[in-house]
């Protein structure tokens, strides 16, 4: 069965680095574009970065933009999100999710928490 899942999130001092990496299975990686994004309680599930299929288009949010890298490996199956100078508004939970026309998986989530 189709499965995403995310790993590398844990708790980290504001302007420290962390990996994020999405495991994907039971579909064809690398047809789908990948995106992360991230929420926090109460709030709406927000952008933060977009690959293409192919890894030759990227696209991020203004708020991570510069900190923030998206990357992919088709052949391992894997999409990644690599943050440094993290701030405590970085905290959430971070999602992948695989996206191909109408069709879209997500990830169960990592969360991420910038602290002191």
């Known amino acids: 069965q189709v499965q995403l899942v995310e790993s590398g999130g844990g708790l980290v001092q504001p302007g420290g680095s962390l990996r994020l990496s999405c495991a994907a299975s039971g579909f064809t990686f690398s047809s789908y574009a990948m995106r992360w994004y991230r929420q926090t309680p109460g709030k709406a599930r927000e952008f933060v970065a977009y690959?293409?299929?192919?890894?030759?288009?990227?696209r991020y949010a203004d708020a991570v933009k510069g900190r923030f890298s998206i990357s992919r490996d088709n052949a391992k199956n894997t999409a990644y999100l690599q943050m440094i100078s993290l701030k405590d508004e970085d905290t959430a939970v971070y999602y992948c999710?695989?996206?191909?026309?109408?069709?879209?998986?997500w990830g169960q989530g990592t969360q991420v928490t910038v602290s002191s």
């Open positions: 690959i293409s299929s192919s890894g030759g288009i990227t």
């Open positions: 999710n695989a996206v191909r026309g109408s069709v879209d998986y």
